[in-house]
């Protein structure tokens, strides 16, 4: 599956829940300033800008599979020399033989559909003992839009294009989360779910921009903005949604 572009410059614009959820996932990553870290998802650039604050002598490989994303992310981080932009899938990413001492990554492998090629891959390109740091939607994330937008999917005149449709997203359990990361040559794994009350102040644009930004991908323009409407509308009056969290921490094996 070709990941989906993104409005790189609106997510930067709107960002900040997210970029406050990250926060604590960077403070799990311990690092002493001089090692060299993959950004797996490294969005409009606004979480790897905190990453190297922490490596004042290291540097970052920041990848993203949508080239909006990736310059928007060129445009914030300009010309320092401790980061490397790549546009690229985390499922097939080759570092051509380059191994980081470590992984961090939020908000990102819940839009990836195979979890265990992921893993795969990120074991790849670890260092023996490096760790993976990461934070994504996990189980019961967002269920409510999910809800409104398979109901609304399966609705004339949008059924055409989202009947059956099962959603762009990998909401994984902790437990199979683990269990995936141990098949991929992983130890010490911790996963675990945390729910998080999240407000945007304009839920619009945080439906257009970030979860429905799949759904608005398969349907004629026409209907881009009847559908992000009906979804608005089915949510009611509640400016709070629920997020879930996967966190993960782990160790590569050789």
């Not at 060299?36 to 002598?57: M, N, W, Y």
């Not at 009847?226 to 979804?231: E, G, I, K, R, S």
């Not at 969290?245 to 050789?254: C, E, F, K, P, Y």
């Amino acid at each position: 599956m070709t990941p989906r572009d993104w409005d790189g410059a609106t997510y930067d614009r709107i960002s900040t829940p997210m970029v406050e959820l990250a926060k604590p996932v960077l403070d799990r990553l311990e690092l002493d300033g001089d090692e060299t870290v993959l950004d797996a998802g490294c969005g409009s650039g606004r979480v790897t800008e905190l990453l190297l604050k922490r490596l004042p002598h290291g540097h970052v490989i920041a990848v993203d599979g949508s080239p909006a994303m990736i310059e928007q992310a060129r445009e914030r981080l300009g010309d320092d020399e401790r980061v490397r932009l790549r546009l690229a899938d985390l499922q097939s990413l080759d570092l051509h033989g380059e191994r980081v001492d470590a992984i961090l990554s939020t908000a990102t492998f819940h839009w990836i559909a195979d979890h265990d090629r992921l893993f795969a891959r990120l074991h790849a390109t670890l260092r023996p003992g490096g760790r993976l740091v990461a934070q994504c939607g996990g189980h019961g994330q967002v269920a409510e839009v999910d809800e409104a937008a398979k109901r609304i999917g399966e609705q004339p005149p949008f059924a055409e294009h989202l009947a059956g449709w099962p959603g762009p997203w990998t909401f994984a359990t902790a437990e199979e989360t683990a269990d995936r990361l141990h098949a991929a040559g992983f130890a010490e794994i911790r996963t675990w779910l945390e729910r998080r009350r999240m407000v945007f102040d304009d839920r619009r644009e945080w439906l257009r921009t970030i979860v429905l930004g799949s759904h608005l991908e398969r349907l004629p323009e026409d209907l881009r903005d009847p559908f992000l409407d009906a979804v608005d509308a089915a949510l009611g009056d509640a400016r709070e949604t629920e997020y879930v969290r996967l966190n993960i921490d782990a160790v590569a094996l050789s």
